[in-house]
């Protein structure tokens, strides 16, 4: 019994390599002598960049920990530990309404490649829940978890914070008016706005080449009515979004009916298509949906939509009961009093 805990303890200590006592041979030194520089350089940029714990430093694809003596050009590398496989903050998401902040990670996993995931800020700043991490391929276990949580702290501290919202479409703001989108927008500025971005759960984001877009519109679009009409109702929605209070119309509903197979569901897509993917991308919901789904479910997913189209497909498969009070909800702007921001929306 006592010779298995003694061989479980030596699996999880983490032996340190010390540079300076290897046997060397001529190769080997030059070898070590580059190691030392590397490591000495990757702690200097920490300590230039104000780290809390410089000694934490990534080099390649893997995390060490180094330990030094001296300072300045006398600073010399006594050791190198392998901590584990790389793992960075890629950049922090600050939601502008709940100022809640959601960390990006970079790391390296399984297979070799680089990934990137979303995770809330405490989940690599607690002990007992960053090892959770590993769920998503981070190299992280119970005998390295504090080891990466300070290292994260280091990583947090240079990242570069994005604004981020969760409403999409036209947002009016301490007198200022937004179109949030694939691009922000601010009015009377030319140019799209940096640092902030649509980060909400729907999948408005480009797809596909322009040309090849605008190729379809002249071609199969603008030379039919009724493809050409669809077009213009989905173009009403940022619309509707900007002038809505002042002219009385909160939403414009529109219900397109016909026989199977005539083209419905297709003119449908081409008004998601102008904001954004039709299908989910990405672990977000696409713009095109379908009427089966509950009357809070739908609501749910049009109060964050500000001046963006909301396109329900099959109203045959709705569950609701009174499919006519939901439409009236809608088209009253009934719904906008669970939303916090913008004016209008437009519903196809």
């Known amino acids: 019994m006592n010779e298995r805990r003694n061989t479980a303890k030596k699996k999880k200590t983490v032996k340190l390599m010390n ?34 714990k410089p000694e934490y430093v990534i080099n390649g694809c893997n995390l060490y920990k180094v330990a030094v003596k001296g300072k300045g050009d006398s600073l010399e590398v006594e050791e190198a530990a392998f901590i584990g496989k790389a793992v960075k903050v890629k950049n922090i998401k600050e939601d502008v309404s709940t100022k809640i902040r959601i960390c990006v990670l970079e790391y390296y996993t399984y297979g070799d490649k680089w990934d990137v995931c979303e995770v809330e800020m405490d989940k690599v700043s607690d002990m007992k829940l960053i ?15 504090k080891d990466v949580m300070l290292h994260l702290k280091n990583e947090e501290e240079k990242a570069t914070v994005l604004q981020c919202r969760k409403e999409a479409g036209i947002i009016l703001e ?10 922000v927008l601010q009015k009377g500025r030319k140019k ?9 759960q729907l999948a408005i984001m480009q797809e596909g080449s322009r040309e090849e877009y605008l190729k379809m519109v002249r071609e199969d679009v603008l030379t039919s009515v009724e493809m050409t009409t669809v077009l213009l109702m989905g173009l009403s929605a940022p619309v509707i979004g900007y002038i809505g209070d002042e002219c009385g119309v909160l939403n414009i509903f529109a219900h397109i009916s016909g026989e199977s197979t005539t083209g419905k569901s297709t003119a449908l897509k081409l008004v998601a298509s102008l904001f954004g993917s039709c299908g989910k991308k990405d ?17 749910e997913r049009m109060s964050s939509m500000y001046g963006i189209p909301v396109v329900l497909d099959e109203a045959g498969m ?3 009961k009174d499919p006519g009070e939901m439409i009236y909800t809608i ?6 009093e669970r939303m916090q921001y913008g004016k209008g929306n437009s519903r196809v």
């Open 174 to 183: 301490d007198g200022k008016v937004f179109y949030i989108g694939r691009v």
């Open 283 to 299: 672990g977000r919901n696409g713009l095109f949906a379908t009427w089966n789904a509950t009357s809070n479910a739908l609501v």
């Open 192 to 200: 799209p706005l940096e640092g902030i971005s649509y980060n909400g």
């Open 19 to 52: 540079l300076d006592r290897l046997e060397r041979t001529d190769m080997d030194k030059q070898n070590v002598a580059g190691k030392d520089e590397t490591y000495k350089k990757l702690y200097l940029d920490n300590c230039h960049n104000k780290a809390r």
């Open 131 to 145: 090892v959770g991490l590993s769920q998503y391929g981070i190299d992280v276990t119970s005998a390295n978890a």
């Open 331 to 336: 088209a009253e702007g009934k719904e906008k």
């Open 318 to 320: 709705s569950q609701i």
